[in-house]
């Protein structure tokens, strides 16, 4: 009701702006406010969304209520098959008018440094602190490492989304009931998280919905060996055994497992490393990302606004 009430008072006001500004196209980066995409219709202007979300796991009429505004968009962009996928679940027909565009990550300002590599085994979480991204299950597979005797700690760094600190209040929970208090920090939101990755051996990405999963690249950019959920995102950026190793979604033993192989094997830890990050830089590098957004946008043109524009 209150996102209605926002509509009544806001949508005018875009009318205006875009009848005073006459863009050849708008650009709307996410389909959590749809209102972009009304307007711009409502004014006769192709407009682009960009899909950054994938949800397929609510209830049908709510998934159906959240991507309605996407059949009135000219086309649209998603950011890997997992998304599209769950697009076209809901609405099928917008597979005519979609193109999947998988995310640019930026490289490093740097080169990669070496891991500590020593004693304790430093394990990182880089992650929004929500009960989907699943930083309860790295927790939980510290503390299987620690009762077998390995002596690793963990770094989880992440903040909450307004509404969820109840988890980071479970997670600290958690934690304490397993005697981790010495072995596992939070450090909050970390920017950039080249400097988590650092300071990093193995980074864990145990996220149970993952449409992308941009700190898994980031994690690969650093060339670090990645432990990720055999789920959404991973699924495309991880290939398991050659650049990362994927396991079972909110499997704690299976994760634990995962980091131990790393461990007992040095050669196959910074193969691991180097093909993560030859694979990030070839698949998610920004020169072919904003080619391949700058194609989508000239083909929402009409004709005679792409041969203006020289597209």
Known sequence: MRLCAQLVCDLPQMIRLIRRERPNIIYVNTTAIPWWILAARMTRTPVVCHVHEAESHDNRRVLWALNAPLLFATRLILISKTSAEATFNIFPRLSRTSAIVMNGVPDRENPPVSPPDGVPTRLSVVSRLSPRKGVHTAIAAVAILRQHGHDV????????????????????????????????????YVSPSTMVFDRSDIVIAPSEREPFG??????????RPVVAAAAGGHLESITDGWNGLLVGVERPAEFADAVLRLLADRTLRETIAVHARQSALERFGLTRYRKEIVDVLSRALPESKRAASGG
């Open 214 to 223: 941009n700190a898994v690249v980031e994690a690969q950019l650093a060339e």
């Open 153 to 188: 700690q963990l770094e989880i760094a992440g903040s909450t989304f307004s509404g969820y600190e109840w988890y980071e209040a479970q997670l600290r929970s958690q934690v304490a009931e397993l005697g981790l208090e010495e072995f596992v920090s939070f450090s909050g």
